[in-house]
T-cell receptor
Framework: AQKITQTQPGMFVQEKEAVTLDCTYDTSDPSYGLFWYKQPSSGEMIFLIYQGSYDQQNATEGRYSLNFQKARKSANLVISASQLGDSAMYFCAMSQLSYKLIFGSGTRLLVRP | DTAVSQTPKYLVTQMGNDKSIKCEQNLGHDTMYWYKQDSKKFLKIMFSYNNKELIINETVPNRFSPKSPDKAHLNLHINSLELGDSAVYFC????????????FGNGTRLTVT
């Protein structure tokens, strides 16, 4: 069965430091996509980054990068130079051939000044 | 310009009532979704429409009925509301079925008393 697992319910990071949010997935589909979304306290869902299962290189978007290790079925999000505005819930998600995007349980990140 | 807009933002109602949540997207996307986020922040897909056609219908009580009058709109009607329906409901859209980057609305917080 397809599944997304985020094992860190909450994390702290010091401002300006880098932080890695873990995500592992399980699927039997050969083609899938991996996503990270941010949900600040205001509640909206903000798309951050996407990685396709056939992409050779790790995706990067500004301060966000996705550490994709296919053999280990992991898709960790790395945020460099953390800012106070990065404090939020972060969701890992996976798309499947069945046209569903399934989400992990989320990690709450708190950036300390 | 708001890309995906939902109304209302907050909805408080009593058990047994019928209510609707409206969603509109001005991105020209073909596919729209409804997701439910429970009190533990877990996001789960409810429905997906592609060009007004129902594609995904998860195990959702049939008190929930989506309606798509055109591909820019996907409304959610809920009959006989129950306490357990209290949640945040997110509308989302994507360019096509295969393009899984979702653009979310800001959510509707439904509280059933």
């Amino acid at each position: 069965a397809q599944k997304i697992t985020q094992t860190q319910p909450g994390m702290f990071v010091q401002e300006k430091e880098a932080v890695t949010l873990d995500c592992t997935y399980d699927t039997s589909d050969p083609s899938y996509g991996l996503f990270w979304y941010k949900q600040p306290s205001s509640g909206e869902m903000i798309f951050l980054i996407y990685q396709g299962s056939y992409d050779q290189q790790n995706a990067t978007e500004g301060r966000y990068s996705l550490n994709f290790q296919k053999a280990r079925k992991s898709a960790n999000l790395v945020i460099s130079a953390s800012q106070l505005g990065d404090s939020a819930m972060y969701f890992c998600a996976m798309s499947q051939l069945s046209y569903k995007l399934i989400f992990g349980s989320g990690t709450r990140l708190l950036v300390r000044p | 310009d708001t890309a995906v807009s939902q109304t209302p933002k907050y909805l408080v109602t009593q058990m047994g009532n019928d209510k609707s949540i409206k969603c509109e997207q001005n991105l020209g996307h073909d596919t729209m979704y409804w997701y439910k986020q429970d009190s533990k922040k877990f996001l789960k897909i409810m429905f997906s429409y592609n060009n007004k056609e129902l594609i995904i219908n998860e195990t959702v009580p049939n008190r929930f009925s989506p309606k798509s009058p055109d591909k820019a709109h996907l409304n959610l009607h809920i009959n006989s509301l129950e306490l357990g329906d209290s949640a945040v409901y997110f509308c989302a859209s994507s360019q096509q079925l295969e393009k899984w980057t979702l653009h979310f609305g800001n959510g509707t917080r439904l509280t059933v008393t």
